[in-house]
Each structure stands twice: as structure tokens, then as C-alpha cells.
T-cell receptor
Framework: DSGVTQTPKHLITATGQRVTLRCSPRSGDLSVYWYQQSLDQGLQFLIQYYNGEERAKGNILERFSAQQFPDLHSELNLSSLELGDSALYFC??????????????FGPGTRLTVL | DQQVKQNSPSLSVQEGRISILNCDYTNSMFDYFLWYKKYPAEGPTFLISISSIKDKNEDGRFTVFLNKSAKHLSLHIVPSQPGDSAVYFCAASVIFQGAQKLVFGQGTRLTINP
């Protein structure tokens, strides 16, 4: 158990809909990262938040957005969903947000299926 | 543009033998390399890392080798155990927009046969 929790575990929805994925980082971790893993692909970095502020942006679509709240939990919002958005979405957390290497602790992921 | 590549989608090894997982990269700005292990229905878990200024790092049964001139790294598991059966991701770290960013390979599914 990494200490990172993600809800829901599974989500099935229809094209055009909007969903929210939730992540609670490990106690004490200030950074939250979101990743997308599509079929047979590696994890693609989407976005990072550090202590409530956006820190870095990766391959995140404009239809997607995220935020980190004062209690440090984070939400990833996916809107106008398309079939190709079906994937595993992972959240990870780490202690620091910039500079030094540190391991990222991953949650179990949310499997999103868009029908 | 796949900056980190794991060219073998799968690998099968006999229990007790050595497992060697390979990873190639293209970006010479990567400063750390990491290996993550992933079981089904779980998130990836950190296994071992190596700084770009080193060529070897060992932790128990796991050793990572880095060949900077070839832009290649490998993970050796000796001896391989059934519990090592998992998907292994190679990742490389780079400072991106002032923060650490991990770039992952596609993963290699390792199966250890009894």
C-alpha cells in the first residue's frame, strides 16, 4: 500500500460526458502528479501540482483540467469525453516538488471506460 | 516522440536464473533513471534508481546498469523469483518547467516460470 488513494476504482461513462477523478496523496506529500496510461503504452505525464499550485504541465488536453485543494487532495476533471480517453489514470505523490530526484508513490489508478 | 523505449513487450525467464530488462533513451538531458514494477490492479511501485553520473547501482537482487555512451540502461534481477512476475517500467527524470518530470517507457511484462 503506497498510501496514495484514488477514487473511484472504475468509471464507465458515455461520450460527451464529464467525470471527476479524485486523489489523496500520502500524508506529508505536497506534490501530486497525474498520469494517463492508454492500452499498451507507458505512463504519459499530464500535470503536476505542488502545495496547491500548478507546477508543470505535460501532454494534457484542453478538455482536461486539474486542481489541488488546501487539504492537498487533487481532482482531475475530464470533459467532452471521447472514446480515446478510455485509459488508466494514475495519481502519484512525492514530498518535494522541484529539483531533487525523489520517488513518486503511485495510487492504484482509476480505470475509465468511455462507451 | 518516444524518448524512453522498452523494445521488448514481454520476457519469460526460468526461476533462479537472471532476468535482464532493457531500456533505451534519446534525451541526453535525463539526469536520473528509475525502474518501477507494476502488478495487475495496482499502481507502479519504485524499485531502484541510478544517477546519470554513475554506471551501476545495486540493491539486493536488483542491479541497474547505465551506459551513457549507448544511451542504454538495464535492470538485472538475480536470482529471479516467481514474485518478480510483473510489468516493469523504465523511467527517466528531467527538469521540465522547473520541476522534475518522469518520462516512462511502454513497459516489459516479465514472467518467471517455476
Amino acid at each position: 500500500d503506497s498510501g496514495v488513494t484514488q477514487t473511484p476504482k472504475h468509471l464507465i461513462t458515455a461520450t460527451g460526458q464529464r467525470v471527476t477523478l479524485r486523489c489523496s496523496p500520502r500524508s506529508g506529500d505536497l506534490s501530486v502528479y497525474w498520469y494517463q496510461q492508454s492500452l499498451d503504452q507507458g505512463l504519459q505525464f499530464l500535470i503536476q501540482y505542488y502545495n496547491g499550485e500548478e507546477r508543470a504541465k505535460g501532454n494534457i488536453l484542453e478538455r482536461f483540467s486539474a486542481q489541488q485543494f488546501p487539504d492537498l487532495h487533487s481532482e482531475l476533471n475530464l470533459s467532452s469525453l471521447e472514446l480515446g480517453d478510455s485509459a488508466l489514470y494514475f495519481c502519484a505523490s512525492s514530498v518535494v516538488g522541484s529539483g531533487n530526484i525523489n520517488e513518486q508513490f503511485f495510487g492504484p489508478g482509476t480505470r475509465l471506460t468511455v462507451l | 516522440d518516444q524518448q524512453v523505449k522498452q523494445n521488448s513487450p514481454s520476457l519469460s525467464v526460468q526461476e533462479g536464473r537472471i532476468s535482464i530488462l532493457n531500456c533505451d533513451y534519446t534525451n541526453s538531458m535525463f539526469d536520473y533513471f528509475l525502474w518501477y514494477k507494476k502488478y495487475p490492479a495496482e499502481g507502479p511501485t519504485f524499485l531502484i534508481s541510478i544517477s546519470s553520473i554513475k554506471d551501476k547501482n545495486e540493491d539486493g537482487r536488483f542491479t541497474v546498469f547505465l551506459n551513457k555512451s549507448a544511451k542504454h540502461l538495464s535492470l538485472h534481477i538475480v536470482p529471479s523469483q516467481p514474485g518478480d512476475s510483473a510489468v516493469y517500467f523504465c523511467a527517466a527524470s528531467v527538469i521540465f518547467q522547473g520541476a522534475q518530470k518522469l518520462v516512462f517507457g511502454q513497459g516489459t511484462r516479465l514472467t518467471i516460470n517455476p
